[in-house]
């Protein structure tokens, strides 16, 4: 008679995983420290981005890719704040470009995570929602899949001037209906996302955009609606309006 397998020799489901850059300088923001570690509300806003990962039932691991020489420091980090227990962290050093802390992430991975997030530090606040809503699409099939939102500002596309400040010369206006301006967290099958870190090669700052990539492997990158809290930190006044997101959901919660 066939013995039923012991809980621990069957095998696991595939996992889902989420990458967090967090290794940029933030020179936007001024000057300080690095911008995942900016503190929003009291707590570092790489805290908030990694506590909007674990808040998903589908992110059994989160990989935090950490400034090249801060790894301690993110670890120790990790340690002073109350994160969800049902995930694991991992925390490894980042590279020069997102596109190579990125890369760094997933080579961290084990081999049980079939689906990988692919999260910036610079986004804390992004809602649970969105981040079901890409896992779910990515486990329900598609290759790559970016949260986006139509755009308020109509869209030029200019010649850059040489010098800042000089007027510069338009080249085109796209369709705003057809523009959608994307965020994170970007879902993908996880061999999808190794390919296209593999073979496409992005010269200078490298790419800015993981399903850029997947486009240019030629595989289909489909969009889900994104979310207005969603946006990226990346200048002063950023910083205001996520303190005032922070505070109105305070005030929900004390309802
Ligand atoms: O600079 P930008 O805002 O586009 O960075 C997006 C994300 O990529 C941030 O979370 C940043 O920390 C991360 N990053 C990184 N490694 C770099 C540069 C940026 O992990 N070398």
Do not use: C, W
């Amino acid at each position: 008679m066939p013995s039923t397998p012991s809980p621990t020799d069957r095998p696991r489901p595939p996992r889902t995983a989420a990458v967090i850059p967090a290794a940029g300088r933030g020179v936007r923001l001024g000057p300080g420290a690095p911008k995942a570690l900016r503190v929003l509300g009291g707590t570092p806003m790489l805290i908030h981005a990694i506590r909007a990962m674990a808040a998903s039932r589908a992110v059994s691991l989160v990989v935090v890719v950490a400034p090249p020489d801060g790894a301690p420091e993110v670890k120790h980090l990790l340690d002073e704040h109350a994160l969800p227990e049902h995930t694991d962290y991992l925390v490894v050093p980042g590279g020069e470009t997102r596109q190579e802390s990125v890369r760094l992430g997933l080579e961290a991975l084990p081999e049980d995570v079939a689906v990988v997030l692919v999260h910036d530090a610079a986004r804390p606040l992004v809602p649970v929602d969105t981040v079901d809503a890409v896992a779910s699409a990515v486990r329900d099939g598609a290759p790559a899949v970016v949260p986006a939102l139509p755009l308020a500002d109509t869209v030029k596309e200019v010649e850059p001037a040489g010098t800042p400040g000089e007027p510069e010369p338009v080249l085109a206006t796209p369709v705003r209906a057809r523009l959608r301006a994307v965020q994170t967290p970007q879902g993908f099958d996880r061999d999808t996302l190794v390919r296209a870190h593999a073979e496409v090669a992005v010269d200078g700052e490298g790419a800015t955009d993981d399903a850029g990539m997947v486009e240019r492997l030629g595989a289909p990158v489909v969009v889900v609606p994104g979310h207005e809290e969603a946006f990226k930190v990346t200048r002063p006044l950023d910083l205001v309006l996520a303190e005032a997101v922070l505070a109105r959901r305070r005030a929900n919660d004390g309802f």
